[in-house]
């Protein structure tokens, strides 16, 4: 099995004759379509949104090519120049096409009987949703001169500041034991059986970011910087107001999901109290200890091994999940190990033009990198059901981008719990309370972070103690008692890259809400048995095409009210009481 994964699917290398066709052919297509917005009048209303969105598909499919292998390229090696500049070509190119798409949108938005429009032509039909979209978003446009000069100084601005956090993350050395660690690496010993593995990766860990806080509080402060200038700009009300809107996600429903969460908390600092008993603590559970491994089965996977018990468990769940994961392993999907000038974390990246996957994780054996694993495979699940849509039609919003990935996570861990007895029970529930309280309560802390650094971002500079400290209050709000305040993770904003996106911001809430949702969808599962699984898949399909409360409709779900998001804590809060009866004697 390989250990790393094949990107010559796409293209053999830089000077591949196809990538130099590709990019050329890119050029071209950008230069036609700036032509044809041109072309645009009302007498000629349905041809020419027609033409306008074929050449914007296939300008979608050369840029998704190239850009995926460069950008796939660079996040295992960031020492790449040739990644970096290519996407940055890349990027100018696509740019040359920003004021005709704010043409576009202008002449989409001006059309008062647009509904008529759409039902009068198929491809119009297959995109109305996003021609609808468009008409209600375009408030928020500013003129095509601004919309063009903002998209040529993103490349110098914010994502120049993204890829200085990236690499320096991506390249920290961390002294550990008398030797020199990746990040990841040194991360990846938060897992570690032994208690003083674990601590003392934790403090060199915090110790290394003292050579990189300075200028990652830099990264970070103007990333924020322009996005709090263009949300004023464009006339939205706030940077979570934004993200609402292009997350197709009402204020009720995330005003829903927290009253639950807030409600369930102390639950959790009870599952992280106990814990931090168990492992010795009196004062709650030191954060070096939160990944800490516990019960009679430690079990250590080789890649095969996680391959095959992924097999045996969604086998049972969903033959085409099984048959996925089948291909993902075999055909190279997946990039395994951590290793130098690779980037932390674990993601999934589409690849419409060959209808399949890539997944980059830093496995290191864990159970916990199985859950991973299956968690990015479900992401990959969630292409397949899309692959079929016209590539304009594939893009889903942040809430709904986790719930195949979430509800991968819980068929994976119920099977497990459900088939182990005595310790092994134990662990096993463990590791669910484990993952389960980082999209509870460490994604709250995240989002107060966010919420707080845009707040004080608007009166000036953030120094990194300032964040520091903005961090710790976050994480004492959020875990309450369930950890010790005097070991915290003061850092966590300095090694999470979801903050270095100034298109993505709040990239926190959604995997929350993708964890309860799915938790909910699988509760629907367990009730209906295969009969769901057709409405599920559906339900992944429609996703690009339908805000979050219509997606949850599609399954009887009304996410404007807590009582869904307090069913799917309780059902977590039962686990809890279970762990702590489990528990009863141990010391």
Not at 5 to 23: C, H, I, N, Q, V
Not at 220 to 225: F, P, R, S, V
Request: one cysteine or more; hydrophobic letters at 40%.
């Amino acid at each position: 099995m390989n250990s790393e994964w094949s990107l010559r699917e796409l293209y053999s290398g830089y000077e591949d004759p196809a990538f130099l066709a590709d990019l050329k052919c890119l050029e071209e297509l950008v230069e036609d379509y700036n032509a044809k917005v041109l072309q645009l009048d009302s007498a000629n209303l349905v041809c020419g949104i027609h033409n306008q969105l074929l050449a914007s598909d296939e300008i979608a499919k050369f840029s998704y090519k190239l850009y995926s292998y460069c950008s796939l390229s660079e996040s295992v090696n960031s020492a790449d120049k040739q990644a970096s500049a290519y996407i940055e070509k890349i990027t100018k190119i696509l740019n040359e096409m920003t004021r005709a798409e704010t043409a576009f949108e202008n002449f989409v938005a001006s059309i008062e009987d647009l509904d008529e429009i759409i039902a009068s032509d198929e491809l119009l039909t297959e995109y109305a949703y996003h021609l609808r979209r468009i008409k209600e978003l375009a408030v928020h446009n500013l003129s095509e001169d601004v919309e063009e000069a903002v998209s040529k100084l993103e490349i110098s601005g914010a994502s120049a500041w993204a890829k200085q956090h990236g690499y320096l993350t991506s390249m920290l050395k961390v002294d550990y034991d008398g030797r020199e660690m990746t990040l990841s690496a040194i991360r990846n010993l938060a897992y570690d059986k032994e208690q003083t593995v674990r601590k003392a990766a934790y403090e060199a860990e915090l110790k290394s970011y003292e050579k990189i806080r300075d200028a990652i509080a830099f990264s970070l402060n103007n990333i924020k910087q322009q996005v709090l200038t263009l949300t004023k700009l464009r006339g939205y009300e706030s940077p979570l107001s934004r993200t609402l809107i292009h997350a197709r996600m009402k204020q009720e429903t995330l005003d829903s999901m927290f009253t639950a969460m807030r409600e369930y908390f102390p639950k959790f600092w009870q599952y992280l109290r106990r814990k931090g008993e168990l492992l010795g603590h009196k004062n709650g559970l030191p954060w070096y200890d939160l990944f800490a491994p516990m019960g009679g089965s430690r079990r250590s996977f080789t890649t095969q091994e996680a391959k095959d018990y992924l097999l045996e468990i969604f086998s049972g769940f969903a033959p085409d999940l099984a048959d996925m994961v089948e291909r993902a392993f075999d055909q190279a999907w997946i990039d395994f190990y951590p290793r130098e000038g690779k980037r932390g974390g674990a993601f999934c990246a589409d690849l419409y033009c060959l209808r399949q996957s890539r997944i980059l994780t830093n496995f290191d054996g864990t159970l916990s990198d199985v859950v991973t694993l299956a968690h990015e495979l479900g992401h990959a699940y969630h292409n397949e059901q899309i692959f079929d849509n016209r590539i304009g039609n594939t893009n889903y919003s942040m809430p709904v981008a986790e719930t195949a990935s979430n509800f991968n996570e819980t068929v994976v861990m119920d099977a497990a719990i459900a088939a182990a007895s005595g310790s092994e029970r134990v662990g096993l529930i463990e590791s669910q309370l484990q993952d389960v309280t980082q999209i509870i309560c460490d994604i709250y802390s995240r989002f107060l972070f966010e919420s707080a650094v845009f707040e004080k971002k608007a009166n000036g500079f953030l120094f990194a103690d300032e964040l520091e400290k903005i961090m710790i209050d976050a994480q004492k709000e959020a875990y309450g008692d369930g950890l010790d305040p005097n070991c915290l993770h003061p850092y966590m904003w300095v090694c999470k890259s979801h903050y270095y996106s100034a298109g993505q911001n709040f990239y926190n809430f959604p995997y929350a809400f993708g964890g309860l949702f799915a938790r909910g969808l699988y509760a629907k599962y367990k009730e209906e048995g295969e009969a769901f699984l057709p409405k599920y898949r559906a339900l992944l399909k429609a996703t690009p095409v339908c805000s979050v409360e219509d997606a949850a409709a599609l399954a009887g779900i009304d996410l404007t009210r807590p009582d869904f998001f307090r069913k799917s804590l309780q059902s977590y809060a039962n686990r809890i009481d279970e762990f702590i009866k489990l528990t009863e004697g141990i010391e």
